[in-house]
């Protein structure tokens, strides 16, 4: 069974770019988080989401930031008009059933996301 | 809010020595995961803890989690050098959230 996938495992993008990031969810996990790790940081929750909803993305920034996890395909992280500020890894993790508060989240290897 | 604080944030140890992670958190929880992460890697999930006085063991590590000290302990037995990584805590929130809440992480490093 993959684990979660997650591409590209590195990104540069030069200030004001868009960025993708994509997240694969394990085979018959439905639910995916999004978050985000600042060097020597822990990680802080973006956003997660179940099959075309937003459940919670209380840890998102109001503006340039979006996630979409849509029916098929991959979850995808987007970030616009990139500033040197959003350069971190950003992981992804899936679950797979959620709603009951004591699921392991199984994380993918990250994308570390480097603005020039 | 929840906030997840850890202690020590590094941890330097010699091989075949004892020491103890500590996690505290500020509000009431009903699950506590363990993460291990080495220098640019993913988390690997060790243990979850999902209600008081749990304790579980895999090899050298054992964690416990007591609800009413809003506490958790990693302790490490006998180290040896592939214990070396970065271990989080992380929290669930009560109440049906199911984001995790991390600390910031305790670097061991387990010299030979």
């Known amino acids: 069974n993959a684990g979660v996938m997650q591409n590209p495992r590195h990104l540069v993008r030069r200030r004001g770019q868009e960025a993708r990031l994509r997240c694969s969810p394990m085979?018959?996990?439905?639910?995916v988080y999004w978050y985000r790790q600042l060097p020597e940081e822990g990680l802080k929750f973006m956003v997660y989401?179940?099959?075309?909803?937003?459940?919670?993305e209380s840890g998102m920034p109001k503006e340039r930031f979006s996630a979409e996890f849509p029916k098929e395909g991959p979850s995808i992280l987007r970030i616009q008009q990139v500033v040197r500020g959003d350069s971190a890894a950003y992981f992804c993790?899936?679950?797979?059933?959620?709603?009951?508060?004591?699921?392991?989240?199984?994380f993918g290897p990250g994308t570390r996301l480097t603005v020039l | 809010e929840l906030k997840v604080e850890q202690n020590p944030l590094f941890l330097s140890m010699q091989e075949g020595k004892n020491y103890t992670i500590y996690c505290n958190y500020s509000?009431?929880?009903?699950?506590l995961y363990w993460y291990r992460q080495d220098p640019g890697k993913s988390l690997e999930s060790l243990f979850v803890?999902?209600?008081?006085?749990a304790v579980k063991q895999e090899g050298r590590l054992m964690a416990s989690l007591d609800t009413k000290a809003r506490l958790s302990t990693l302790h490490i037995t006998a180290a040896v050098h592939d214990l070396s990584a970065t271990y989080f805590c992380?929290?669930?929130?009560?109440?049906?959230?199911?984001?995790?809440?991390f600390g910031k992480g305790t670097k061991l490093t387990v010299n030979p």
């Open positions: 993790a899936s679950s797979p059933l959620g709603g009951l508060g004591a699921d392991t989240q199984y």
């Open positions: 085979k018959g996990h439905s639910h």
């Open positions: 989401l179940q099959k075309e909803n937003i459940i919670d």
């Open positions: 509000t009431t929880s009903d699950r």
């Open positions: 803890l999902l209600s008081n006085g």
């Open positions: 992380a929290v669930g929130p009560q109440g049906g959230s199911e984001k995790l809440v």
